[in-house]
C-alpha cells in the first residue's frame, strides 16, 4: 500500500508517525512522502517536527511545505494541548534534513498522477493542502484510491460542541473534499475516543528507559495532562494514531456509507460534519464513516509498534 502522508504535527500525529513509520519498515505499507499543514502550531514547527519524526525512527521521507492558513480563517494553534513547539514543550534540537523545494499541494497532484490508482492520501490534519489540491485539479479525486483522515464526528465536537478540529480549522477546505467524490474513509471521534492511553498503559515504556522511550513518555504524559486540564480523564487520546491504523487494517473499525456534508456557516454549527441518515438521504453517500472500533485490539498493536521502536534503540 502506497501512502502519501497530510500532517501538521503535534503530540499525536508525532504518536502517528512512529507508528507508521513501524509498518512501513515491516513492509506493511510504503510511506512515499509527507505534506505539512498549519494546525496543532504554525507549518514552520509542523514541518520541523515532521522532519525530525522522520530523522528519530530513522526514515528518510520527503517533507514537502504546505499551506500555512485555512481558506478564510486564521490559524487556530492549540499549544496549551500540543505544547509550544507542537511537540510537548520537548524542545528538540534541529533536524538535519531540509524539506524539499515541492509545495505539498503539487506533491499531492504529482503524486497522483504518478501511483494513480493506487496511492492513499493519510490525512491527520486539517484539510487545507487537501482542498487546494482538489481545487487546482479535480481529477485528484479520481486518481487516489482513497483518502483516510482523522476528523470530523457524528456524535459531537472537541473544538466547539457541535465541531471537531481538524474539520472546524478549515471548514471550507473539508467542505471541497466531502463534495469532491474522493473515496474518503472519515476516522472521527466518533472511534477515535475509544482508543487512548492512560497511567496503566504506560509501564513497559517506564521499563524501556532510554531517549526514545522517555520522549515518547512525554509527548503522552504532557497530552495526559492537557486533557485533563480540559475537564477530561487524564488520557492521551490516539486521534491520528487510529486513522493510520484504519488505512492500514481497515477491519479495525466498523463502517457505514452516509451521506455527510460540512456546514461552513452556523452560528454554533460551523466546522460540524453533519450525516443524513434518513432512509430517504438527499443525497447519495459520500463517506465510509468509522462508528465503532476494536479498541483492545488497536491500541494493543499499538504499543507493540511504539515498544518495537523504544527497544532497538
Ligand atoms: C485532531 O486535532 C488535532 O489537535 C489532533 O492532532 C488531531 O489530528 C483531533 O481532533
Ligand atoms: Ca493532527
Known amino acids: 500500500m502506497k501512502i502519501l502522508l497530510d500532517v501538521d504535527t503535534g503530540v499525536d500525529d508525532a504518536l502517528g508517525l512512529i507508528y507508521m513509520a513501524d ?11 509527507s505534506g505539512t499543514v498549519g494546525g496543532n502550531v504554525d507549518v514552520e514547527k509542523t514541518t520541523r517536527n515532521t522532519l525530525k519524526m522522520w530523522e528519530m ?12 492558513k485555512p481558506f478564510l ?32 499541494v503539487d506533491q ?26 482538489l481545487l487546482r ?9 482513497r483518502l483516510v483522515l482523522m476528523g ?24 471541497v473534499v466531502f463534495n ?7 476516522v472521527g471521534l466518533d472511534v477515535t475516543h475509544h482508543t487512548y492511553l492512560d497511567e496503566k498503559d504506560l509501564e513497559p515504556l517506564y521499563k524501556s528507559d532510554n531517549a526514545r522511550s522517555r520522549f ?42 452516509i451521506h455527510v456534508d460540512v456546514e461552513t456557516r452556523g452560528k454554533l454549527t460551523r466546522g460540524m460534519t453533519v450525516s443524513d441518515r434518513r432512509p430517504w438521504p438527499a443525497h447519495e453517500a459520500n463517506v465510509d464513516v468509522a462508528l465503532e472500533v476494536d479498541a483492545p485490539r488497536f491500541v494493543s498493536g499499538y504499543l507493540e509498534a511504539v515498544l518495537r521502536w523504544c527497544n532497538a534503540g
Open 57 to 68: 525512527v530513522g526514515l528518510d521521507i520527503p517533507v514537502a511545505v504546505g499551506a500555512n
Open 216 to 257: 515518547t513518555l512525554q509527548l503522552i504524559q504532557f497530552m495526559m495532562a492537557a486533557y485533563q486540564k480540559l475537564g477530561r480523564e487524564p488520557q492521551c487520546v490516539l486521534h491520528d494514531p487510529l486513522a493510520g491504523g484504519v488505512c492500514l487494517t481497515p477491519d479495525l473499525v466498523r463502517t457505514e456509507k
Open 180 to 186: 469532491s467524490g474522493v473515496p474518503l474513509t472519515m
Open 152 to 175: 470530523g464526528s457524528l456524535s459531537g465536537g472537541n473544538e466547539t460542541p457541535t465541531a471537531e478540529a481538524n474539520i472546524y480549522n478549515d471548514a471550507e477546505a473539508a467542505y
Open 73 to 104: 480563517t486564521e490559524l487556530n494553534a492549540v499549544p496549551h494541548i500540543h505544547g509550544d513547539d507542537g511537540l510537548a514543550n520537548t524542545h528538540l534540537d534541529p533536524p538535519h534534513r531540509h524539506p524539499t523545494a515541492e509545495h505539498a
Open 137 to 145: 485539479d479535480p481529477e485528484v479525486a479520481n486518481r487516489l484510491k
Open 108 to 133: 499531492i497532484i504529482r503524486l497522483s498522477q504518478e501511483h494513480a490508482g493506487e496511492l492513499t492520501l493519510l490525512a491527520f490534519g486539517p484539510l487545507t493542502n487537501v482542498g487546494l489540491a
Open 23 to 33: 509498518a512501513h519498515k515491516r513492509g506493511k505499507a510504503e510511506i512515499i512522502a
